[in-house]
């Protein structure tokens, strides 16, 4: 299947600083990525859709001028969470689909996560 | 509104079948997805659903009644590699490209 990155897998921040997560599609073409936020043994939480070219969408009670989206261009997607709190912490993923071989599917792929931890 | 259900935590034995059901109740059907997750690990994609019936691969088989808002992820032949989160996860609109939503999640651990 198609492969996603996230960059940083790890990261370590104080409080009140900001943190930007990457999204790559690798070998092909991501009109619409989408991040999810996970808990420790909790499912994945939908946070936004992500659009190339233009505004995510945000889920309800996700605040947008908290966790910034950008969708620069066809492969990549970041995302930035603005003066971070310890309540942030959590597990960020980040899928894509690939519109040309999702196919019947249209699944999504996941990228590997990153564990963000605020001090 | 959404809302999908499966149990919480299951256990079974290496070697044994398992199955793992999930109800949803959603404004619109277009599929319903099953997702193996390991700990700290990104999901996979293990299945797809839209029309009602059994879909088998492998040693995993998902089943799908629509009128009952119903699936369940069969794993048979478990084997230890199999201990894992099983998501299952809808796509609630109408059209392919909507959202999929995801339910809390399955944590199953096999015992030797």
């Known amino acids: 299947g198609a492969v996603v990155s996230q960059h940083p897998s790890r990261v370590i921040c104080k409080s009140g600083t900001s943190v930007k997560i990457e999204c790559r599609s690798l070998?092909?073409?991501?009109?619409?990525m989408f991040w999810y936020r996970q808990f420790p043994k909790k499912s994945l939480m939908l946070m936004a859709t992500?659009?190339?070219?233009?505004?995510?969408?945000?889920e309800q009670g996700v605040e947008k001028d908290k966790f910034l989206i950008n969708h620069a261009s066809l492969t990549l997607s970041t995302l930035t969470v603005t003066s971070a709190h310890p309540e942030d912490s959590s597990f960020y993923i980040c899928?894509?689909?690939?519109?040309?071989?999702?196919?019947?599917?249209?699944?999504?792929?996941f990228g590997p996560g990153t564990r963000l931890t605020v001090l | 509104g959404q809302n999908i259900d499966q149990p919480t935590e299951m256990t079974a034995t290496e070697g044994a079948i398992v199955q793992i059901n999930c109800t949803y109740q959603?404004?619109?059907?277009?599929?319903l997805f099953w997702y193996q997750q390991h700990a700290g690990e990104a999901p996979t994609f293990l299945s797809y659903?839209?029309?009602?019936g059994l879909e088998e691969k492998g040693r995993f088989s998902s089943f799908l009644s629509r009128s009952k808002g119903y699936s369940y992820l069969l794993l048979k032949e478990l084997q230890m590699k199999d201990s894992a989160s099983y998501l299952c996860?809808?796509?609630?609109?109408?059209?392919?490209?909507?959202?999929?939503?995801f339910g809390k999640g399955t944590r199953l651990h096999i015992l030797p």
């Open positions: 070998d092909f073409q991501a009109t619409t």
């Open positions: 659903n839209v029309l009602d």
């Open positions: 959603t404004s619109g059907f277009n599929g």
């Open positions: 996860a809808v796509r609630g609109g109408l059209d392919r490209d909507d959202k999929i939503i």
């Open positions: 992500s659009n190339e070219g233009s505004k995510a969408t945000y």
């Open positions: 899928s894509a689909r690939d519109p040309l071989t999702s196919g019947f599917y249209n699944e999504q792929f």
